[in-house]
């Protein structure tokens, strides 16, 4: 093991001192045994000088020893300084890690939120209406899936109503297709103010046809519901530059109610169908055609 330098003065120092006591005990055990008036001037001047010696020997040693310790105190300043400079360049490293760490998470949730935000314009894109901002056809698909699906497993109805604009061609011949996207756009906002239940759903099924599913509703309530869009479109108009476009809808409704192998394709024929009834029934009304339960890979309606 190693000794330090603090050990190795002690040792020195107590090896000196040691040296000295012998030296200065035999000196006066010699004179005391000869006794001081036997001896000659000579050995009195010789014990003397070796005394002297003895001081000064003291006096440098001490004098070693300090200047020892001070190269020894200012070798430890000059670790701890170092020491010092190292745990402040360490905590400057872990301040500049920590500030990198904290730039690099907050660069990481910027673009996660970024991700976010793609991801839920993508999403709005593939389920969204450009146009109206109603859902488009590929989420009317899902959605009526799945409300038929709640529907059976809750055993609650289920209703579709489906809506065509009546006579578009004539508005798109007469005002132009500019026109038209107009009178697309002012029926969805109807369609939109007329849905009263965040679980109701408006759809724009292709052109100018328009589809709403309504979860947990029964025939008299998707006939209601109809009937009010109907009236709302009826009893106003579009401006379109300075022009006043009238508008009216046909609208053709169909109600599940657990009835044995429907399914989604034909809750949509059967409002369609109900759709035409309206049309050729005159237009601007509403018409509800009743599922009839149908046997087994049978593919009438009703």
């Not at 603090?6 to 004179?31: N, P």
């Not at 300043?77 to 402040?88: K, L, V």
Request: net charge negative; glycine share 4%; hydrophobic share 40%.
């Amino acid at each position: 093991m190693k000794m330090n330098n603090s050990v190795k003065i002690a040792i020195f120092f107590a090896g000196v001192m040691l040296v000295q006591f012998l030296i200065a005990g035999l000196s006066l055990l010699l004179m005391q045994k000869l006794g001081l008036n036997q001896l000659e001037p000579v050995v009195i001047n010789s014990f003397l000088s070796l005394f002297n010696l003895i001081y000064w020997l003291n006096a440098f040693v001490i004098s070693f020893l300090f200047y020892r310790s001070y190269l020894y105190q200012q070798g430890e300043d000059a670790r701890d300084s170092d020491q010092e400079i190292a745990t402040e360049n360490d905590n400057e490293q872990q301040e500049q890690l920590e500030q990198m760490v904290q730039e690099r998470t907050l660069e990481l949730h910027i673009a996660l939120q970024e991700l976010e935000e793609v991801n839920r314009e993508l999403a709005e894109k593939t389920t969204l209406d450009e146009l109206t901002g109603l859902f488009n056809r590929r989420c009317y698909d899902q959605k009526i899936l799945a409300e038929h699906r709640r529907s059976r497993r809750n055993l609650t109805p289920l209703s579709l109503i489906v809506i065509d604009i009546d006579h578009f061609k004539n508005v798109n011949d007469t005002y132009g297709h500019i026109a038209g996207d107009t009178c697309i756009v002012w029926i969805a906002d109807k369609i939109k103010q007329c849905l009263g239940r965040s679980s109701d759903i408006g759809c724009r099924y292709g052109g100018e046809e328009f589809c709403i599913i309504l979860p947990e509703t029964d025939a008299k309530g998707a006939i209601a519901l109809a009937e009010q869009l109907r009236a709302l479109i009826f009893a106003e108009k579009v401006h379109f530059e300075e022009k006043i476009i009238p508008l009216t809808i046909s609208c053709g409704v169909s109600t599940y109610e657990q009835q044995k192998n429907i399914l989604p394709e034909q809750i949509f024929a059967a409002a369609d169908k109900a759709l035409y009834v309206a049309k050729d029934s005159g237009r601007n009304q509403v018409q509800h055609l009743q599922l009839i339960e149908i046997p087994q890979h049978e593919e009438n309606l009703i």
